[in-house]
């Protein structure tokens, strides 16, 4: 154990604080000790939250990015998109919670082989007065927090300025499928900067990943401090009750509701505290919005992007063929700003609107412990399904859908264009073809 550090299992007060929690959990004095000496801290919090413990070993800490998988997952359910970017089809969400294996992946280089027990957390910089370096057992011992959040690239629906404006942007293609709603379990990240000593001269918390490749060593991205500090901001290590995928960042990864998924940082190595505005490429040149509508903010080239904006979509194959008659057609809405209030539909391409049935916040009876789990915050940063009922003469059609939250924004009819295709949030046009009868 590093300088500054936590307890762990060699360290008396820390047993004392797993095994309270181990007995606020149910677990016997018998049992704790059981997996006490046979897995360590690891085995203890695996069995109070329910999570399986991660692969005891790995042949190594980082696989080289020459050998290494884009991803691991099957890309069969998927729309591969190329260069590690697996595109999730809605159509096969058919609960509130998007399965692990539908989850979309994101990656900037590979999905990295990191073995837990040599991984490590750096805290640092000249905003704290005492830098941690932190082990996975540590990150797991921390007070743990559940809800369920979508996370969504900043990018998705990238491919509509070209779809329907004509004025492609740069970048990955996304269509509707860059998006997903999980239920993820971690740390506070303001847990871990507090027991840094962070200081009232904090000004910008910088994420940075061990994921290499990229024009900078390792993805990184700048938050404020008041968003590093959102009790909701987490270090997750955890989704759907699982531990956390390898193509999702295991060990830990941060969490950011409700902000464009790049902030959401996987295979996390360091936290910079700044006493002053960072900048790096993705706040100037990646992840802003650079176009005329957008003047430059400090050393970005336009605005740098932050929260997500509401969005809704069919879970519909793209282009989607249905046969003439009566339907249930599903969808998806979301947004950065509360829940969704109202989700209308159209199929004449906007024409006239009509409204659709939002369902109930109910999810698939295998994630319903998870829901109501310890500091569950149960469905404030999820997305909402919605549902209406078509009744399909033969033909050719466009259905777009439109969402409003309860704070009362609304899908835009356009948005200004900008060269990186970011935030597109225009009802989508979906083409659908119904066979005659």
Same mark, same amino acid.
């Given at each position: ?14 047993? *004392? @604080?797993?095994?309270?929690? =181990?007995?606020?959990?149910? #677990? +016997?004095?018998?049992?704790? !000790?059981? /997996?006490? &000496? ?84 750096? *805290? @640092?910089?000249?905003?704290? =007065?005492?830098?941690?370096? #932190? +082990?996975?057992?540590?990150? !797991?011992? /921390?007070? &743990? ?90 270090? =997750? ?201």
């Amino acid at each position: 154990m590093t300088a500054g550090s936590m307890g762990s299992q060699t360290d008396p007060e820390g047993k *004392v @604080e797993l095994w309270q929690l =181990a007995r606020k959990r149910g #677990l +016997s004095r018998r049992r704790f !000790l059981q /997996l006490l &000496s046979a897995g360590g801290t690891a085995a203890v919090l695996a069995s109070c939250t329910g999570l399986p413990l991660p692969t005891a070993t790995r042949p190594s800490t980082l696989e080289s990015t020459t050998e290494a998988p884009l991803f691991t997952k099957d890309p069969a359910p998927f729309n591969d998109l190329g260069g590690g970017n697996l595109e999730a089809r809605l159509e096969n969400m058919q609960g509130l919670i998007t399965p692990s294996r539908f989850f979309f992946v994101r990656n900037n280089s590979v999905s990295l082989k990191v073995d837990a027990a040599d991984w490590r957390l750096s *805290v @640092e910089g000249d905003a704290v =007065a005492n830098p941690l370096e #932190l +082990s996975y057992d540590d990150i !797991l011992s /921390l007070p &743990s927090r559940t809800f369920i959040s979508c996370l969504e690239c900043a990018g998705n629906h990238r491919a509509m300025f070209d779809l329907v404006t004509g004025q492609p942007a740069k970048g990955t293609q996304w269509k509707t499928g860059a998006v997903s709603n999980g239920i993820w379990t971690g740390a506070a990240m303001r847990e871990v900067l507090e027991r840094a000593g962070i200081t009232d001269k904090a000004v910008s918390v910088l994420l940075v990943g061990l994921d290499t490749g990229s024009p900078e060593e390792g993805f990184r991205r700048v938050m404020p401090v008041k968003k590093a500090m959102d009790p909701d901001t987490l270090l =997750a290590y955890a989704l759907n009750g699982e531990t956390l995928p390898r193509d999702h960042g295991f060990p830990v990864r941060a969490l950011a509701p409700g902000w464009v998924g790049a902030a959401s940082i996987k295979w996390l190595g360091r936290i910079v505290v700044s006493s002053k505005q960072l900048w790096t490429r993705n706040n100037t040149t990646s992840y802003t919005l650079i176009g005329d509508a957008y003047p430059p903010e400090g050393e970005a080239l336009g605005r740098p992007l932050t929260t997500q904006t509401v969005k809704s979509a069919l879970a519909l194959p793209w282009e989607a063929e249905l046969e003439a008659g009566e339907h249930c057609i599903f969808g998806f809405a979301h947004s950065p700003n509360g829940p969704i209030a109202e989700v209308e539909w159209s199929a004449d391409s906007g024409e006239t609107w009509n409204s659709s049935t939002l369902e109930e916040s109910q999810i698939q009876p295998e994630f319903e412990h998870l829901a109501e789990a310890p500091g569950s915050k149960a469905f404030r940063y999820s997305w909402t399904r919605f549902r209406f009922t078509w009744d399909a003469p033969p033909g050719e059609y466009t259905i777009m859908t439109r969402a409003t939250d309860a704070a009362g924004n609304t899908q835009p009819d356009e948005i200004p264009f900008n060269e990186k295709g970011y935030l597109f949030n225009q009802p989508v046009p979906h083409p659908v073809r119904v066979a005659g009868s």
